[in-house]
């Protein structure tokens, strides 16, 4: 290491020093500093008044070394001086400082003319001149040394605003510690050529040679706009560059203080997809929740907290919160009791689905008026080998909810189904299909509850979802691994679905399977080419190997499916909600029914998967079972002891839990 690199280690390591210091500390140091500067100033003001280095005369005045200091300091510090946090002290103690100083030159020339002794008329204005420059400026060069020491070296980042924004968003990061903004993009052109906080303003077009010429690899979106498709555009040009972009905190939050500059966060996943949002219909929100009892089975999973987030902004009377997986039911309680209070009655269940008295028990008791049941197993491969179990809790679970339903006299039950439904290929899709039979056997033949079903796609966030699979897979270097490259999903936000989930269910008058509008389908690979190209790395070639992180294709697992559907046979009907169509399917009738859900209960009890297979396709003819798959997964079960294959699971053990 050479001497100059050894000089700035040193340095940067007494700054550091400096700036742990104890703030009295930092402040004694101030005063020391003023008690130099101000005696000093006096000597520069009579220097520079006579033209001399040491001028005559200067000795008759002595005392006013010592009383300038005496006086200064409670000035200064009566001004506000070393109240002022150095690092973050602004212009505002120019002004300060020039206020305290001010009155203490007008004291000293009281003093001089009081006491007779000569001196220059002038230099009580010198010494304010030569003082204030010499403190502020030991202030100013103070601050930048400690904020250098702070923060190190600051991230450069390019700002692409608009207007007010992109300007705003330049002042509160030039403020900051962390980001250096060398450059804003706007694309309005009347603003082009303009600075900003000394900032040049750009056209997206010098985008490229900007990041090129400044050494920049950090891209900063600071956009008001609520235009999903103008946002889309805006990524879709910067995906194709070498930087990391990143999505910056809005304004209103900034300036209410719910957030700093420097909170920036990844560019939302929804902002890829570009969806509008359609502002929901308030009287359907409404209906089955506002001064009611409501239920939500699996209370704590993506949709179903979400469901209760809702519920509890629509003034309910009540709402159970019902969930098995205790860690769940606990963060989805503390979160809505801080947001509910005294309210709304907020009642948290530790429960299964399965367990039949328990749930009548709840329903009769907290009088519940609408139930959402969200409660499934909904991961594929998982359910794919957990066949007995994802049967149990995904069919017969919800056929046990809707007959306490029906014994409770409860007005209104939404099933929360999937696409997965429509001509399954897995256990875990059938599961669910067979679930929506039961649900549309019970609707068609007893009691005065209202069933209905809500089948919709992927949701974005969550668990299980792509999207933080492929960031944390980003995160560690890749691969980023894609099961084909043809695969398509269709996505929508969670918060979005569960308001359609709500509003659907007000519009049932029984038996109705609604299908929520998805949007556009999304390739999975290019969803993961984006998330790639945005976190500022390019895609590996897989021919020729340039490239930093590799899209890897690992193969359909059993029982996926490339793409995914909502309807099995029937066209779908519009309703009042432009988002939510109305499908009246096929089903079984209750007394064809009710024995095939027997026969399946047993085979449950039994763990006898290729009896439950079996019963499966029977129920759903058009469920492609994979053979050659399961026959594969379970043939190890031949030649099993009998206690093996015969003891019943129990849906309370620890080998069958698995979170709603």
């Known amino acids: ?9 040193a340095t940067k390591n007494i700054l550091n020093d400096l700036a742990g210091w104890p703030r009295h500390r930092k402040q004694l140091l101030m005063v020391v500093t003023d008690a130099l500067i101000l005696p000093l100033s006096i000597w520069a003001a009579f220097s520079l008044r006579v033209g001399d280095l040491w001028p005559e005369g200067i000795e008759a005045l002595w005392w006013l070394f010592p009383s300038v200091i005496l006086l200064g300091i409670p000035v200064l510090r009566f001004a506000g001086l070393y109240r002022e946090v150095t690092r973050h002290a602004g212009s505002r103690i120019v002004g300060q400082a020039a206020q305290a100083l001010a009155f203490i030159a007008l004291a000293m020339a009281t003093m001089i003319l009081f006491s007779r002794d000569w001196a220059p008329r002038s230099l009580p204005v010198i010494f304010f001149l030569v003082a204030l420059g010499l403190i502020a400026g030991a202030r100013g060069i103070a601050r930048a040394l400690l904020r250098s020491a702070a923060i190190g070296v600051r991230e450069r980042v390019i700002v692409w605003g608009e207007g007010q924004t992109g300007q705003r968003m330049v ?12 450059a804003l993009i706007d694309e309005d052109r009347s603003h082009r050529g303009a600075r900003v906080r000394g900032i040049s303003v750009h056209s997206p077009e010098e985008l490229p040679t900007l990041l090129r010429e400044r050494g920049v690899e950090h891209l900063l ?17 910067v995906t194709q560059l070498p930087v990391t972009v990143r999505s910056a905190p809005s304004m209103d939050d900034i300036i209410a203080g719910r957030a700093n500059a420097e909170d920036v966060r990844e560019v939302p996943i929804e902002d890829l997809l570009g969806r509008e949002p359609v502002p929901p219909d308030r009287g359907l929100l409404e209906r089955c929740v506002r001064r009611k009892n409501v239920l939500v089975t699996g209370a704590g999973g993506s949709i179903g907290s979400e469901i209760c987030r809702q519920v509890l902004m629509l003034a309910p009377s009540r709402l159970v919160l019902l969930e098995r997986s205790e860690h769940a039911l606990y963060q989805i309680e503390q979160e809505l009791r801080a947001i509910a209070g005294d309210r709304v009655e907020l009642v948290a269940l530790l429960a299964n689905v399965l367990d039949r008295d328990r749930m009548e028990r709840t329903m009769r008791s907290f009088a519940i008026d609408t ?36 014994a409770a006299e409860v007005e209104t039950f939404v099933l929360i189904s999937t696409d997965k439904a429509v001509r399954p290929t897995s256990v875990m899709g059938a599961s669910k ?3 929506e039979l039961t649900l549309q056997a019970i609707a068609h033949s007893r009691g005065r509850t209202v069933f209905s079903m809500v089948r919709f796609g992927n949701v974005l966030g969550s668990s299980g979802s792509v999207v933080p699979l492929f960031r944390e897979q980003i995160a560690s270097g890749g691969p980023v691994t894609v099961t084909h490259r043809d695969v398509i999903r269709y ?24 299908l929520l509008d998805m949007g556009e389908p999304v390739r999975i690979a290019d969803l993961a080419e984006r998330m790639i190209r945005l976190s500022g790395h390019t895609v590996r070639d897989a021919a020729t190997g340039a490239g930093e992180i590799e899209i890897r294709f690992t193969g359909l697992r059993p029982g996926e499916k490339l793409f995914e559907e909502l309807l099995i046979e029937a066209d779908a009907e519009p309703t009042r909600h432009q988002r939510v169509r109305k499908a009246r399917e096929g089903s079984m009738a209750w007394n064809d029914l009710h024995p095939l859900l027997a026969r399946i209960e047993l085979a449950c009890r039994s763990n006898d998967v290729p009896s439950l297979l079996a019963l499966l396709q029977s129920a759903i003819p058009e469920y492609a079972r994979e053979d050659l798959v399961h026959d594969h997964l379970w043939e190890a079960s031949e030649g099993m002891p009998a206690k093996a294959t015969s003891e019943r699971r129990d849906p309370h053990s620890s080998e069958s839990k698995v979170q709603s």
């Open 371 to 406: 139930v959402y049941h969200a409660a499934a197993f909904k991961h594929v491969p998982i359910v794919e080998h957990n066949v007995a179990e994802g049967i149990e809790n995904n069919a017969l679970g919800t056929l046990i909810a809707a007959e306490a339903a029906l």
């Open 171 to 182: 002042a509160a990061l030039m403020n900051g510690q962390r980001f250096r903004p060398m």
């Open 491 to 514: 996505f929508m936000t969670i918060p979005e679905a569960a308001q359609l989930v709500m509003q659907a269910g007000a519009m049932a008058e029984g038996g109705e399977v609604f």
């Open 1 to 9: 290491m050479g001497s100059d690199a050894r000089l700035m280690v």
């Open 433 to 435: 299909r067979l679930a």
């Open 221 to 237: 979106l600071a956009l008001e706009t609520t235009d999903k498709a103008k946002r889309r555009g805006i990524l879709e040009r």
